[in-house]
């Protein structure tokens, strides 16, 4: 499932799974924080921080 894979891969590059929300991933680098937020097949990417959201594009482009 398509799903499975990409909620394995989040977790594999740092992001964790809000317990009360399964569709949305958050990672902390303090203090700047990434959230991603899956809804059917589109990834939305938040962050405090450009750089941090860069990265987080890049592994995720690496992975897929």
Known sequence: CWYYTLHKSL???G???LKFDSN???RHKNPN???IRVYVDYLQ???SCLNL???AKNELRNKF
């Open 45 to 47: 990417l938040i962050s």
């Open 24 to 26: 949305i991933y958050t």
């Open 53 to 55: 959201m860069n990265n």
């Open 33 to 35: 924080v990434l959230i």
């Open 15 to 17: 992001f964790a799974r």
């Open 11 to 13: 977790l594999d590059i």
